[in-house]
């Protein structure tokens, strides 16, 4: 007995020693494990920290033309960034993160978050008030081309009274102010289909930045897949290592058995298995409450997994304030806006000045028409007179005659009446005289008349020509329909491939986000198979710890043996007696305890069993996540070819529509060529007012592109916030809890309500950019 006693004891520390260095490598490899996860959600909060701020804080430049409300939400902002860098020292600088000091930064950010807050809705509210005098602006100027309409048409109803006394003029000047209204048309058209062109060639640019963005969130979700695919590595290679203590746990479980085993052929005979069986039962029920403090503690681990899911909730949060931050951009348009506005005043002007010029020209046709009809009242009084002159000697000539036969009847009068006759010489020389004078004064009167006529004539011609003019302009102008009918189909083309480019960027943001539950759902699982490690961990200090308890066991029994051994020289009667008397209810209480300590043995010999098959099943999925994985990225690559393919096909649209422009400019510059009435200085004047209006088109349009690229930016933002949301709400959700996906839905809601107004402020802003170059 003393030799078996010496030969357990001999064993029993060989056995002993590597369960100890088991153990304390066990737990080194938890409490790293621990650390991991703790490290893993600081970086992560503190990357998206850095991401929401750096984002708020990148768009600080932005051209804003009132210096009043952008200020100070531009100064709490570099404050709230400010604070978020210090935070991000404090947690560097500290090995182990406090709470309290966490507790106390966000409540500081939390506060300069709500100051933001005001700021911005501060600044709403000034775009509420720009918007309604907008829509003031834009009564008046209805208002004023109303009255331009009923001055149009007052102009021609007194053109058309005062043109009744010659047809030929007036039909000439309606037919020219019909074709320089429709040339005023063309142009306007003209001007309509440039400011199109250059709409869609902005659309086009902005297509193309929303597909760079995409690349580039692509190229960023295929690092996540492969930040993804290392850590399952890692936990694969965590799981191996769990594999191997548990197959050194099984060789040692053996070890114990064959060793419990000897001393249960060695100890049949002892009486003290009795209090043995006691000390297990005392010691089963230190197991049951150990195990009740380890349910206990993962429920505070619970706890804490779904505080973390509320900060992240609180997190999404902060999104808001990046969608807010957008609305802080539409001031710069409408700065925009006011200027177009000074543009529309400074065009009604110029349409005044054009008006009163219209007016003296009016005028003076009137003038023109009076001189006229003066001219031709005089030319009749002048045939009259020369009637009249006429008639006068005709009666000088027959007095002449009479005269003449008063001579030849009074030749014998001769001298009698030679000084009369001398008298009537002269009176006779008088007349003729008058008369010389008269056929000047006729001869100069027709060639008056004559240059009348002539010029007559000229403007008859003059009126030939401007019909052949008209013509040759009318044929001109169905060819600029034709033109401007083949750019409206070429437009729709354009919009329809637009259209269709919306579409598939619709079927690329699906994609991405298919892809993103993909990773939720890696990321998931990724949790899962950390908590059955741990499982797996706690059960495996369980049947150590157990192990040590029947070492203990052993021990004690040894122990009491060799009190109970008494020499055999002595007692061997009452050994006999004592093996004679008990020896039934001895074997009956040892095999009792033994038979219990072989069926625990087999319930967790069953456990690891089930563990084991657990570890397999969680080996598949995670090869089956590895191949979903390497589908989507070749989903990627394939979205990707289609991309470069619609860059292509973009480019060249945007080829086609610049030489759709350049056509247009060069038919609006012979339409301009045609027009033969206007001077050079006033050609030059209208080149100056349309490169003006040009150039405050293409700062339009320059503000909108801005616009667009920060409501993208604002959606990239928002878009993983709300996948930092959607995590949350998946652990959550583990946690019986619903409240933080319904808020995410809210949030993506007032997101997409939130985009959908800024497009339809974008298309109003181009419409507005039309009216006032078409004013112009």
Known sequence: MEFAAAAIRFSLPSTSSPLHCDCQCYARLR?????????????????????????????????????????????????????????????????????????LNFEVLESDLHAALA??????????????????????????????????????????????LEWDLKQANLKFASQAREIEDLKLRLRDREQEIAASQS???????????????LMKRSEDALVIESELERKSQLLTEANEVIKKQELELQELRRAVEEKEEELEFSMTLKKAEEDKVKSMEATLEERTREWLLAQEDLKKLSDEASKHAAESNETLEDFRRVKRLLGDVRAELISSQQSLVSSRQRMEEKEKLLEKQITEL???????????????????????ERVKLRVAEARNKELERDLSLEKELVEELQDQLTKEKASLQQAIQDKSLLQTELNRRN????????????????????????????????????????KDVELLNTKKKLEELNSET??????????????IQATNLLKDKEEHVQNMQSELSDTKWRCTEAESVVERIVELTNRLVIPLEDKEYDVAKFLGVG???????????????????????????????????????????????????????????????????????????????????????????????????????????????????????????????????????????????????????????????????????????????????????????GITIAAE
């Open 366 to 388: 009137v003038e023109q028409k009076e001189s006229i009809a003066a001219h031709m009242a005089s030319l009749k009084d002048v045939q009259i007179e020369v009637e009249s």
């Open 506 to 519: 619709e079927e690329l943001k699906r994609l991405m986000n298919g892809r993103e539950d993909q990773l």
């Open 119 to 164: 700021s911005l809705k501060k600044r709403e509210e000034d775009l509420e008030e720009a918007e309604r005098k907008l829509l003031l602006d834009e009564s008046e100027l209805n208002c004023a081309t109303e009255e331009l309409k009923r001055r149009e048409e007052v102009i021609a109803a007194a053109l058309s009274r005062q043109e009744k």
């Open 583 to 769: 020896g039934l209810g001895s074997q009956q209480l040892i095999t009792l305890p033994t038979d219990d300590f072989r069926w625990k043995n087999k319930q967790l010999e069953t456990e690891i069993d089930l563990t084991r098959e657990n570890l397999r099943k969680k080996e598949m999925e995670l090869l089956d996540a590895q191949r979903a994985l390497t589908l989507k990225d070749e989903e990627l690559k394939s979205v990707l070819i289609r991309l470069g393919e619609r860059e292509k096909d973009l480019q060249r649209l945007k080829e086609e529509m610049i030489n759709d422009a350049s056509d247009l400019r060069k038919l609006h510059e012979l339409a301009q060529q045609r027009v033969g009435e206007k001077s050079m200085g006033d050609l030059a004047i209208e080149k100056l007012q349309l490169e003006a209006a040009q150039l405050e088109v293409e700062a339009a349009t320059s503000a909108l592109e801005k616009l667009v690229e920060m409501t993208h930016e604002f959606l990239g933002t928002a878009s993983l916030s709300i996948e930092v949301d959607t995590d949350a709400s998946g652990l959550h959700e583990e946690l019986s809890d619903m409240t933080s996906s319904d808020e995410n839905s809210e949030c993506f809601t007032e997101v997409k309500m939130q985009v959908t107004k800024l497009a339809a402020l974008s298309e109003q802003l181009v419409r507005e950019a």
């Open 447 to 486: 060639s008056e008349f004559q240059e009348t006529q002539d010029l007559l004539r000229l403007k008859e011609g003059e009126l030939v020509e401007a019909k052949l003019e008209i013509q040759h302009l009318h044929s001109q102008q169905t060819a600029l329909q034709l033109m401007l009918e083949e």
């Open 31 to 103: 409490r790293k494990q621990q650390k991991l996860p703790f490290l893993s959600t600081t970086l992560t909060w503190k990357n998206h920290s850095l991401y929401c701020v750096k984002s708020v804080l990148n768009n600080r430049n932005s051209r804003i033309s009132d210096n009043g409300a952008a200020e100070p939400a531009r100064v709490l902002l570099e404050r709230l960034f400010a604070r978020t860098h210090k935070l991000e020292e404090m947690n560097k600088a500290s090995s182990v993160p406090q709470d309290v000091q966490l507790d």
């Open 203 to 217: 659309a086009l640019s902005l297509k193309e930045d929303e597909i760079e963005k995409m690349k580039s969130e």
